[in-house]
């Protein structure tokens, strides 16, 4: 309940913080709306009138209805009132939250902590709550979909295991090999791996997560957890069962603090907070779009309009339909959408703009029909880019110049095997902003990839060639020569992170032992 109560305060706080409209001069139309709703409410003075002349008793036998004066009712004119000011409120486009940009979106990057002491090694969370909390770190890795996360271990003394990665399989062994025998020191230091965690978070550009797994905060660390940076989010998921009290956690402020449940709710619980903290963070960034909601006052608009199918249903003074009007207006006030490039939509291009429209079928993932409906060249290119069409991609974001489209436009030409213009994309967005996410290490993968083509290239030239000068001084007494394997060499593009780790002498567990040894000695060698 603390948790529910706790994401609906994010809620609340993001929407008054945020809320504005993108288009306040329809607003303009809400003073007409109430003029014409008030005079068509006023009873009508011919019929006043008429009553006057004929005896009371025969004017209430022969009027229809209830006689003016006997309390409000609903009239046509207040549905008319109703739908036109939602139509309004909608079309003056009332929005709280940015559009992530999609490859942001997929980067927030994520710190997780894990408790590695001698309490950890208790069987009262099956079976152990530290092979309990790694299982937890393996699911949550799955779930990543790519965005870099960290891996920092803690008893005594904190030690970074892994950098911000975007591969999950260099993190599962290194998380496999986590064993209380491998700290330096015992104890249990939570205030230092907080803060190595935020030394890591403070490199990156976009707001991040820390996520503890551990068995409880001791009371002298608190102090360290209620003042830490506020700009990364922060988790404890407690590997205690529920007999036992949760040590300290419960007091730290701005804190989603949850308790190990055998299936993966916990886990859900988690993302759907570090998603909620990541979108409140979003609402500061100006380069990010505002998330027009408007389509939401659309269809209680639509339900009430329903109403103007029953036979009579008019608005009385000029006996014209009201649905007519409603009609008329929310076309005048939400446009037709018309796109001559999109692909049919049906009635939906009447009640949602071509970027909506796009939006619509990016959510559902079809992202093919996405592309022809966009007007935004960017969600364009991008929407082509997830349908796999490359070389579209390259071509329609080639006019844009910001980081974001540069970006995507370089990972088009990866994949449409344009190396060399992706490198020149990949360094104009290192120019204009050197911490963007993913561009250096895009960079290093592209000049890899071209390099390696270069010398396979040359190398297969250089046997033709010898094979050509073979042809003419072919001696057939003379046996062909074996060709020499050379020894050390191979592929290393091709090598992935178990055959790398495969390779080593020593266990993942001996390897980190080591490296913590030194790091405990030698601060200035490692993080600590």
């Not at 029909?369 to 490359?390: I, L, N, S």
Request: overall charge negative; charged content about 20%; proline content about 7%.
């Amino acid at each position: 309940m603390n948790a529910f109560g706790g994401e609906l305060g994010n809620f609340f706080s993001v929407f008054f913080s945020a809320f504005h409209f993108l288009r306040p001069s329809c607003l303009l139309a809400l003073p007409v709306i109430l003029s014409l709703w008030w005079w068509l409410r006023r009873p009508a003075p011919d019929a006043q009138n008429a009553s006057a002349h004929v005896a009371p008793h025969l004017a209430r036998a022969l009027s229809v209805g209830e006689p003016a004066g006997r309390g409000w009712q609903l009239r046509p004119a207040d549905l008319a009132a109703l739908v036109l000011t939602l139509l309004s409120v909608g079309a003056a486009g009332p929005a709280w939250t940015r559009l992530p940009d999609p490859l942001m979106a997929k980067t927030a990057p994520l710190v997780l902590v894990i408790q590695v002491s001698d309490s950890m090694q208790e069987p009262d969370v099956p079976p152990s709550r530290l092979e309990r909390g790694k299982q937890k770190i393996l699911d949550l890795l799955a779930t990543r979909d790519g965005a870099p996360t960290a891996l920092v271990a803690y008893a005594g003394s904190a030690h970074r295991v892994v950098p911000l990665a975007e591969d999950e399989n260099l993190l599962r062994p290194y998380v496999e090999g986590l064993e209380v025998d491998i700290m330096p020191v015992p104890g249990n230091n939570a205030a230092a791996a907080l803060k190595l965690a935020e030394s890591i978070l403070a490199a990156e550009q976009t707001p991040g997560g820390i996520l503890f797994f551990s068995d409880g905060i001791e009371q002298k660390d608190l102090q360290a957890f209620n003042q830490r940076d506020g700009n990364n989010s922060l988790g404890l998921l407690i590997l205690v069962p529920g007999n036992k009290a949760i040590a300290g956690a419960d007091n730290i402020r701005g804190a989603r603090v949850a308790r190990v449940t055998p299936d993966k709710r916990d886990l859900e619980g988690f993302q759907r907070y570090f998603n909620s903290a990541f979108r409140h963070a979003l609402v500061k960034d100006d380069n990010l779009q505002w998330n027009d909601r408007a389509w939401w006052l659309a269809w209680p608009a639509a339900i009430l309009m329903l109403f103007w199918f029953r036979r009579g249903f008019v608005i009385g003074r000029n006996a014209m339909p009201a649905g007519s009007i409603a009609l008329a207006l929310a076309v005048v006030l939400t446009g037709t959408a018309q796109n001559a490039g999109a692909q049919p939509a049906g009635p939906l291009e009447k009640l949602f703009t071509p970027d909506q429209l796009g939006q619509l079928y990016s959510n559902r993932n079809d992202y093919a029909r996405a592309a022809g409906f966009f007007d935004d060249p960017y969600r364009k290119g991008y929407a082509q880019y997830q349908a796999g069409h490359y070389e579209d991609a390259a071509n329609t974001l080639a006019p844009l110049t910001t980081p974001e489209a540069v970006f995507t436009r370089g990972m088009a030409q990866i994949k449409s095997g344009q190396y060399e213009d992706a490198i020149a994309a990949f360094e104009q967005v290192l120019q204009s902003e050197p911490q963007f996410p993913g561009a250096e290490e895009n960079l290093a993968q592209a000049k890899k990839i071209l390099a390696y083509m270069q010398k396979s290239r040359g190398d297969e030239e250089e046997e033709l060639q010898q094979s050509e000068d073979e042809d003419e001084t072919f001696d057939p007494e003379q046996q062909p020569q074996q060709p020499v394997e050379k020894q050390g060499e191979q592929d290393t593009t091709t090598v992935s992170a178990e055959q790398w780790m495969s390779t080593l002498d020593t266990s993942t567990s001996d390897f980190l032992k080591q490296r913590f040894a030194v790091e405990a000695e030698n601060p200035q060698t490692g993080e600590q």
